[in-house]
């Protein structure tokens, strides 16, 4: 019989391009923002956070945008490589709380 | 690796029957969190210890419990166990109770047959 599980967004980059993984947040009033990387059959591995008195934040090969107005938060990968896939997801920080998104598929193609 | 250590990495057990789950959060966090992450609802916040005191429930089951002892450890106990407990159960820790970074464990994949 067909399989029931959470559909996940789904996003295929060919090896070496640059990946943008959005992420639409509820609560405007949390004010901290985390993105994971989950692979298969491990934990939540953290890549980047930000706070909400920023817009723009940056890492090694990774970059994390907050649009407040919209409340709408990405994470861009850049020269995407293999050992890029995983399931990522954002988490939204309100008082002491956070709230974790359904996450996104990134399949790197080689 | 974040740290965090959990245990057992793998279990499984009958229905009916209790198990308990333990984390070891990472060196200096005081805060610790459970969470479960099933393949039909994602990564869903059960309930939350700060220095040995409970701070906020989520989801959880009147079946489950814990607690976060003196040196810090916590234990998730479920019991009466059924088929659909069937999942993930992460730990994570953080410095404070809000606006710091959570680190998660590995995991512990239980199996209810």
């Known amino acids: 019989g067909e399989s029931v599980g959470l559909h996940l967004p789904t996003l295929s980059v060919q090896e070496g391009d640059n990946s943008i993984i959005n992420c639409a947040y509820s609560n405007s009033a949390s004010d901290y923002f985390i993105w994971y990387k989950q692979e298969s059959g491990k934990g939540p591995q953290f890549i980047i956070d930000i706070r909400s008195n920023m817009d723009k934040r940056q890492g090694q090969r990774v970059t994390v945008l907050l649009n407040k107005t919209v409340k709408h938060l990405s994470l861009q990968i850049a020269a995407t490589q293999p050992g890029d896939s995983a399931v990522y997801f954002c988490?939204?920080?309100?008082?002491?709380?956070?709230?974790f998104g359904t996450g996104t598929s990134l399949t790197v193609i080689p | 690796d974040s740290g965090v250590t959990q245990t057992p990495k793998h279990l499984i057990t009958a229905t009916g029957q209790r198990v308990t789950l333990r984390c070891s959060p990472r060196s200096g966090d005081l805060s610790v969190y459970w969470y479960q992450q099933s393949l039909d609802q994602g990564l869903q916040f059960l309930i939350q210890?700060?220095?040995?005191?409970?701070?906020a429930k989520g989801n959880i089951l009147e079946r489950f419990s814990a607690q976060q002892f003196p040196d810090l450890h916590s234990e998730l106990n479920l019991s009466s166990l059924e088929l659909g407990d069937s999942a993930l159960y992460f730990c994570?820790?953080?410095?404070?109770?809000?606006?710091?970074?959570?680190?998660f464990g590995e995991g512990s994949w239980l199996t209810v047959v």
């Open positions: 988490a939204e920080n309100t008082g002491n709380q956070f709230y």
């Open positions: 210890y700060y220095n040995g005191e409970e701070r």
């Open positions: 994570a820790s953080s410095v404070t109770v809000a606006g710091n970074t959570i680190y």
